[in-house]
């Protein structure tokens, strides 16, 4: 649990810890806003779009090997980036970190559920939710302190120590469980879903700097749905698929991905919207909007292994149904957000969204799996990062291109600064209609939660 922890860890933290050195990069590796963006994008296209592959690839091989390379490679390429000249250097061995990510990332879900006996699985994955958490949590704080005392290469170099470390526990405690039986990697399925998955977050990525009426946008989006297609089409006939299509006939593992992936597009919202709200309308400066925004994920941190815990004893949909009923019930206290909502109302609104998530995260990931045979637990395991990162992209598109809209209907006109130069009544109004959409959105999400439920009960009789 440990050595697995120290990879979630690490690649979580260096998913936020960038952020914050971006203003630094531009100044420091003189270049511009739009290029520096690379530096955060390309790590993330090349990380979602390699899960799924580095999960079935975990399954032929064997999860301890790739796990153990992509740790390497992860170490290393951090390595390369605090060293990196010029902000292209930078961005390529960001590339590099990023597949090391895919194939930790893909893989940890998959080691602790293959270690530990269905009975604990649920304590287990909660204790990896909250490691997640204190990496969303820690990235910037850490991040902005070594930029200040430092420099902005210690935002990577600081990886190596535990990479170093992180690679001798795997070595050392991780088991080596062998697959069993001749398997074949789906070369064809993997190169269409990577290229329909790229062409997808670039549209949806693109799509918030062009705006999504743009036609090469609309055209990304498009190829996009027809390269998932096809990539349907391969897996039907294929013979070692990439990903086993049967396992979406169970109608309980296909809602609990669903619901996972409605709740990430949802907290995304969360997060990009937040910062907006505490700086620009309530008048909080940087430092205490970074307070604020991770009051959610410490109650995440500490709310996830307890909902482990008690799915493992009440069973993983019941508890995960509380989870999504307690954020639902968070997003309407956030709907009544106003310019004057002062700091105890601020922090009652968010703490049942950090619990919610904590609440649901992980039940929701035990039922996944353990939906599937012990062969295929890599490539649910990467079906879930993918949920994660896929949810996470679309609702900072669509979301954010929801709550810009309807600021600009309520201004009654396109204000000429963008959206934040619009009045703070404005502001606030599209806040509150972006909320009350995610609000109901999760109680859709709730009421599937219920029929899965529903039905699992049923099936038990």
């Known amino acids: 649990m440990a050595a697995v922890g120290m990879g979630i860890f690490l690649t979580t933290i260096d998913g936020t810890i960038v952020n914050v050195a971006l203003p630094t990069l531009v100044h420091e590796l003189n270049t511009d806003f739009a290029t520096v963006q690379w530096v955060v994008l390309a790590y993330l296209l090349t990380l979602s779009t390699l899960l799924l592959s580095m999960g079935r690839l975990g399954d032929m091989v064997g999860k301890k090997p790739v796990y153990m390379a992509g740790f390497v490679l992860f170490t290393l390429s951090s390595l390369l980036c605090g060293l990196a000249p010029t902000i292209y250097w930078l961005i390529g061995f960001r590339v590099l970190q990023a597949i090391g990510a895919a194939m930790t990332q893909a893989l940890g879900t998959a080691i602790i559920t293959e270690a530990f006996p269905d009975s604990e699985r649920g304590k287990a994955l909660g204790a990896s939710g909250t490691l997640v958490s204190i990496g969303i949590v820690l990235g910037p704080t850490l991040g902005g302190l070594l930029i200040e005392s430092l420099s902005w290469h210690w935002i990577f170099l600081v990886n190596l120590p535990v990479g170093i470390i992180g690679v001798w526990m795997v070595i050392r405690n991780v088991p080596n469980l062998q697959p069993v039986g001749e398997q074949r990697f789906d070369y064809a399925g993997a190169a269409v879903l990577f290229i329909g998955l790229l062409t997808l977050l670039m549209g949806l990525t693109l799509g918030q700097q062009w705006g999504f009426g743009d036609q090469r946008v609309w055209l990304m989006l498009a190829g996009a749905l027809l390269a998932i297609g096809l990539f349907i089409g391969i897996e039907a006939r294929v013979e070692q698929p990439m990903i086993d299509l049967q396992l979406f006939r169970s109608q309980l593992f296909s809602i609990n991905l669903i ?148 600021v600009m209907a309520y201004a009654g006109e396109v204000v000429a600064g963008g959206v934040t130069a619009a009045s703070i009544p404005a502001q606030v109004a599209g806040l509150q209609d972006t909320f009350t959409v995610i609000a109901a959105f999760i109680g859709l999400t709730f009421l599937l939660s219920l029929y899965a439920l529903w039905q699992e009960q049923r099936s038990k009789k």
């Open 259 to 406: 619901t996972g992936l409605a709740v990430f597009i949802a907290v995304a919202g969360v997060f990009i919207l937040l910062p907006f709200y505490l700086e620009g309308v309530l008048g909080y400066g940087p430092r205490a909007v970074g307070l604020l925004v991770a009051a959610v994920p410490i109650l995440l941190g500490v709310t996830a292994p307890i909902s482990g815990l008690l799915s493992d004893r009440y069973g993983t949909r019941l508890i995960a149904s509380i989870g999504l009923a307690v954020l639902a019930g968070g997003y309407a206290a956030m709907s009544r957000f106003t310019a004057e909502t002062n700091l105890t109302y601020y922090l009652i609104a968010v703490l049942p969204f950090g619990a919610g998530m904590g609440i649901f995260q992980s039940p929701n990931n035990s039922a996944v799996m353990g939906a599937v045979p012990r062969s295929k637990l890599g490539i649910a395991s990467g079906l879930l990062a993918i949920t994660r990162t896929l949810g996470q992209t679309t609702g900072i598109a669509v979301l954010g291109a929801f709550w810009a809209a309807r």
